[in-house]
């Protein structure tokens, strides 16, 4: 009884660790009706849609982070910004820090 007790205490606690930081950056980064991230960087961050977008997916995390925070600042202005200017207005620095965790984290073939 008192092993059963553990085991079931023990799998309760590992479904709240399997929410991790990482599946809520990948949650709001797929998120339909926010950035729409996935539209143009596919789920994984490494399927552009077009051959000139960047593949994100495995890059560094302090560098996703900081490109991403910029863009929303408005203090990078290259290529192609004004598209993630808009996708970056409606994340907090709290989202967009969990989302360059979820992107560090894909394996970049
Ligand atoms: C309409 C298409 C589009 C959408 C939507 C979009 N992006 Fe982008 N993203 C781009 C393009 C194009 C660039 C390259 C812009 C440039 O030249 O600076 C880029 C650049 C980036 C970069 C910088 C890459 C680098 O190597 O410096 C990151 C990080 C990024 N996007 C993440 C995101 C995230 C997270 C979202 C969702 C909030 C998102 N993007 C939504 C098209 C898009």
Redesign the pocket.
């Known amino acids: 009884m008192k092993s059963m007790l553990i085991l079931l205490i023990a799998s309760i606690s590992f479904s709240i660790f399997a929410n991790t930081e990482t599946d809520k950056g990948k949650a709001l980064?797929i998120a339909p009706g926010?950035?729409?991230?996935a539209?143009?960087?596919g789920e994984t961050g490494n399927e552009p849609v077009m051959p000139?977008?960047?593949k994100?997916g495995g890059?560094n995390e302090l560098?996703?982070f900081n490109?991403?925070k910029d863009?929303k600042m408005k203090k990078?202005k290259?290529?192609?910004?004004m598209?993630?200017v808009v996708?970056?207005e409606r994340?907090t620095d709290e989202e967009i820090r969990l989302?360059a965790k979820y992107?560090s984290a894909v394996n970049s073939n």
């Open positions: 980064y926010k950035g729409g991230c539209t143009c960087h000139m977008y960047p994100i890059q560098y996703l490109q991403m863009y990078r290259n290529g192609l910004f598209t993630m996708a970056m994340y989302m992107l």
